[in-house]
């Protein structure tokens, strides 16, 4: 390595199956927070601005914004596969056949970009006739789903070509490119929704093309960073020659993990609709909630996304008592921050609404949702991180069947019942939440002290 070598080329090449492990942990995860912070802050804006539209926007593009999850969550499933093979390959040295890998991925994503684009196109109206919104809900939501899917196969490539950074133990790339995609987005979305300054006013249309726009931006800049070796992977176009045996092993892998995080989507979806009849409030306070954890989850993203990785380069290296110490330590990391937010949640929940929407139904009612939730904030925790070790080991079936588990034989039913059948009425929706997480949580904390995943061969 010459003297001239960047700190973030020395990171991107480090070898992760040696050293300090709280300090490897600490050193993969907080790109990838950073990243999460800008995602979720990102979100969070977006719903402030499109706040000011009225609650028929919040909740449109609320709904909308589950169905869009829905499909980000089957793709996020699927990379796992390409992620523990890329992982695994750099463990073994095998920096060839990771960027195999990487060149199959990217096809597999296209494939899945244009089918997610005809589904937007054609469908967009039909799938949000599903749900009984009010008739101005109804066209918000519409009009934002259709050119977010029609432009998602910027996305695609953009989470393709992050994910396989980071599996490969290079996280700092993919965050500065993240940097550049959110401020982007974070500087543009008020211009296009409100109609600042020279910029026509889009409503939520203009929230959709802020972020097909930025997220263009960051795959521009990823791939780039991908071909030209700025980063551990470097591809050449003979990685893109089909190869469909290697596409069958990534989706064996991933395809449980695919169908898990579907799964979880339509089950967002169920709840969303058995929340529908309590009125737009507290509809709109659902939505906003779904946003305020995805960042009160980045931590546990972040340092998930760090001990899947050092979990499946740890097992290409033949070492897994280390790999499991890598996911415990993480484990431990992430029950601190959780239990810090659950006590803030409780203390600022008023003031947290209030940033969204000052109506006092809106503020009343998201306070108390919000404290609710935070009573599984650690469980919710325990199943990022634990869900994360063991896929990291490309063991993705028994994460799928808890996952399923949890969501359609505990939430699900609960959610009706608590909510139909008792007083609780919509706050039981937010209660069978937290049971299920629960319930999550200690599956999940079992199967791994089983220590099965450690045998898996992918």
Partial sequence: MTESTTSTQKAAIRDWTQGSIVQNILLLSWPVIVLGVLYAANLILEMIWVGKLGAPSIAGVGVAGFIVLLVVSFKTGLSIGERAMVARFIGQGDLASANRVAGQAF???????????????F?????????????????EGTAYLRLIMMGWLTEAFWMTAFGLMQASGDTISPMKAAIVLRIINALLCPFLVLGWWI???????????????ATGVGMVI???????????????MKDFSLDPKMIWRMLKIGLPSGIAAIGKSFADLVLTWIMIPFGTAPLAVHNVLSRIEMFVNTPGMGLGTAAG?????NLGAKQPQRAARSGWLATAMVSGIMLFFAIAIFIW??????????????????????KIAAVGYIAMG????????ISGAGDTL????????MLWAIMIPLAVVLSRYTSLEMYGVRWSIVISFVVGAVAYLIYFLSGRWKRKKV
């Fill in 123 to 139: 469908l967009a109206g039909p799938i949000f006739s599903l749900f009984n919104l009010q008739t101005e809900a109804v066209h």
């Fill in 199 to 213: 910029f026509p006013r889009l409503g939520v249309q203009g929230a959709a093309i802020t972020y097909i726009s």
């Fill in 309 to 313: 990785v050092l979990v499946g380069q």
């Fill in 398 to 405: 028994p994460p799928m069947i808890i996952s399923l588990g």
């Fill in 107 to 121: 096809l597999v994503s296209s494939f899945y970009g244009i089918i997610v684009f005809f589904i937007g196109a």
């Fill in 382 to 389: 325990l199943i990022n991180i634990l869900s994360s070790n």
């Fill in 222 to 236: 990823t791939l780039w960073m991908l071909f030209t070796g700025r980063t551990r992977l470097k591809l050449s």
């Fill in 349 to 370: 929940a008023r003031q947290i609404i209030g940033i969204f929407n000052t109506d006092p139904q809106m503020v009343e009612t998201g306070a108390n949702f919000l």
